[in-house]
């Protein structure tokens, strides 16, 4: 008798075998996907639009399948998922990661109830490439999404055009809510979103309607959520019945502008002698506050022990004192300040509360981690590994990462954009300049064990070490 998971459209099957985004024939436009349902989709219930009612059939007939004979459903046993994914942060700008000054109280709890790896990366320090990786669990030269925007100097049509052809990738690769939808899910986006609407990424709701014509571009109404409440999120969990949820809530914080309360901008203020610092200090409690409160709601509605909680940032940030941008060696880089970030997971009685200082996480580890946790299978596409099982992290001794131009030379080419390739290989670090992009830059090896912010480095000292790691960067991809 065959599964339930094989006969429903739109299964770990089915997507498994979809091509890597590149020149495919003519798709509809994003404006054929963009949410008209604004009005309803607030009130009470979430309207979930003709998509989000076909998955809602498709997961009730799931967990009929799934009934066992007492009557019974897996839906009781499966879990919620919460992913939240800050926006702009340091790795160590957190209370629990060591800041003596910046208030996280929200996220130390969290911490303190979490598997904590604090050596947490991302692929990319770029947003819209790192959170394409962390929705389809692939590195951006797999999804096809390695920059925010299409090649500098085209004319408005060509660029409009072109910008069509990027957010279309997303639809030819799996993502977490379609892998999920089967298995009876509905899945809400709010927040960083640059995939046009939500609908593109298989969400069955959302607040991103992705309409450049109405000012879409990386999250539009989604932008919202946490600088103007939590409401479309208690509104969407109140109203899901008895199904599981999956909730991608990646606000804008503490991304700029930095404009926090006044309340805390004060109490930071008189720590610093800049201003750019405290504001983007005062940021960071701005977005551990909505978390906190966030949290506190599942603790309300019970639903908390019942609902896997993964926390990662994004891409790193290192704040300029003398301007309101980011200080060199952090967000876009290759460097730890631009790549690395915590990674928690909290899921009670499920999960044992722990530090990892040692092991090596990455984004690309989340969709298994999920998918594993809600019964399905990562797709032969993953390359990264469930962090829940001790043995597969404790094997795990290499990462990988690519850096890419913010706008692309050829949306076509992932390798015609790309600046730089990173290896972790236990505490050696070796970062690989693409000879094209960033011709000035040197090859690096840092030991990140003596040296964690990457201040000497050793390629002259360990020749040897390099082309070993060099070897390793070319059999994970050679780019050219």
Not at 181 to 193: E, I, L
Not at 464 to 470: A, I, S, Y
Request: proline content about 9%; some cysteine; charged content about 25%.
């Amino acid at each position: 008798m065959r599964s339930a998971l094989e006969i429903v459209p739109g299964s770990v099957r089915t997507w498994g075998r979809l091509p890597a985004c590149g020149p495919q024939p003519k798709k509809c436009s994003p404006e054929a996907h963009i949410c008209r349902h604004k009005t309803r989709r607030w009130a009470g219930r979430p309207f979930l639009g003709p998509a989000g009612q076909l998955l809602s059939v498709c997961g009730a007939l799931v967990l009929l399948a799934f009934a066992s004979p007492g009557g019974t459903t897996v839906a009781a046993e499966l879990p919620n998922v919460l992913l939240i994914i800050g926006d702009d942060q340091g790795w160590g700008d957190f209370g629990f990661m060591g800041h003596p000054v910046i208030q996280t109280p929200a996220l130390d709890r969290l911490a303190s109830e979490s598997l904590v790896f604090t050596r947490g990366y991302v692929p990319s320090s770029l947003c819209r490439p790192s959170l394409a990786t962390i929705v389809t669990g692939l590195y951006p030269h797999q999804h096809g999404i390695t920059s925010n925007d299409p090649p500098l100097g085209l004319r408005r049509e060509e660029f409009l055009r072109q910008r069509r052809e990027q957010i279309a990738c997303i639809e030819r690769v799996a993502t977490l809510p379609r892998l999920l939808a089967p298995r009876g899910y509905v899945s809400f986006q709010t927040g960083k979103w640059w995939e046009g609407s939500y609908r593109r990424g298989g969400f069955t709701d959302g607040m991103t309607h992705g309409d450049p014509r109405r000012g879409g571009r990386h999250g539009d109404e989604g932008l919202r959520i946490g600088r103007e409440g939590l409401e479309p999120i208690y509104r969407f969990i109140s109203g899901r019945g008895d199904r599981p949820f999956f909730i991608w809530y990646a606000p804008f914080l503490p991304h700029r502008p930095h404009n926090p309360p006044e309340q805390l901008l004060e109490y930071y203020r008189t720590r610093t002698d800049s201003i750019h610092v405290a504001r983007y200090w005062a940021m960071c409690q701005w977005f551990d506050q909505t978390c906190g409160q966030l949290l506190d709601y599942l603790d309300r509605k019970g639903l908390a022990d019942n609902t896997l909680v993964v926390f990662i940032v994004d891409n790193g940030w290192i704040q300029s004192p003398a301007k309101s941008g980011y200080a060199p060696r952090s967000k876009r880089s290759p460097n730890e300040g631009g790549i690395r970030t915590p990674i928690m997971l909290r899921w009670p009685g499920k999960i044992r509360p722990r530090r990892d200082d040692e092991h090596l996480a990455i984004s690309i580890d989340l969709a298994p981690t999920i998918l594993t946790a809600c019964g399905l299978k990562p797709t032969a596409q993953m390359q990264g590994i469930n962090l829940m099982d001790p043995e597969a992290v404790g094997r795990r001794t290499t990462i990988f990462g690519e850096i890419f131009e913010h706008n692309a030379v050829d949306i076509h080419r992932p390798a015609s954009s790309l600046q730089f390739r990173w290896c972790i290989d236990g505490w050696w670090k070796l970062i690989q300049p693409d000879p094209t992009n960033a011709p000035e830059a040197e090859v690096a090896l840092y030991d990140l064990k003596d040296d964690p912010h990457e201040n000497h480095n050793l390629t002259a000292r360990h020749k040897d070490r390099v082309t070993q790691m060099q070897a390793m960067l070319d059999r994970w991809w050679p780019a050219r």
